[in-house]
């Protein structure tokens, strides 16, 4: 993939994952005191488009995305392409986690409910950690390529 598509393609996934982010975060923020059905489905709505979005994004980069792109350029630096690979099954680990639990707790369930959306509000953190990594490796992947210097 050539580096102005790929930074295209990335900074097109990454706004994407950012939009659902901060509409699931504005959604969790605050459980009501009425309507917590509603409110619950909606939870399990929005988190269930993230989690979908980010399995896709997840393969994508992973064979067929920058990953690839990155070992061509810089074989050296697969220890850091591996590193990522394994996140992406840490984080489908815990998002199956979420959702199965979200899937469980009812609107009774208050501490449940400030537990699932405390697990949420630090899974949206990992994805930031994660998609932070991931743009320092492809930077330092492409503009070492271009000849910039150490």
């Known amino acids: ?5 790929l930074a295209a393609w990335m900074r097109e996934e990454h706004d994407r994952v950012h939009d ?12 009501p005191r009425v309507n917590v059905d509603e409110w ?6 929005r988190f269930e ?13 992973e064979h067929d ?3 690839n792109s990155v070992l061509e350029l810089r074989p ?9 690979n394994h996140e992406h099954k840490e984080l489908r680990y815990i998002m199956d986690s979420i959702f199965r639990d979200l899937q469980q707790v009812g609107a009774g369930d208050n501490l449940l409910i400030m537990d699932v959306s405390w697990r949420i509000s630090q899974f949206l953190s990992y994805i930031n950690h994660h998609e932070e990594h991931e743009q320092l490796l492809v930077t330092y992947a492409f503009t070492h390529e ?3 210097k150490d």
Do not use: S
């Open 1 to 5: 993939m050539k580096p102005d598509d």
């Open 20 to 31: 659902l982010r901060d509409k699931l975060t504005a959604k969790t923020a605050t459980m």
């Open 40 to 45: 619950l489905k909606e939870v399990r709505d």
């Open 49 to 61: 488009h993230l989690r979908a979005h980010l399995v896709q994004h997840m393969g994508l980069e």
């Open 65 to 67: 995305g920058y990953l």
């Open 76 to 84: 050296t630096l697969a220890p850091q392409v591996d590193k990522l």
């Open 146 to 148: 271009i000849g910039t």
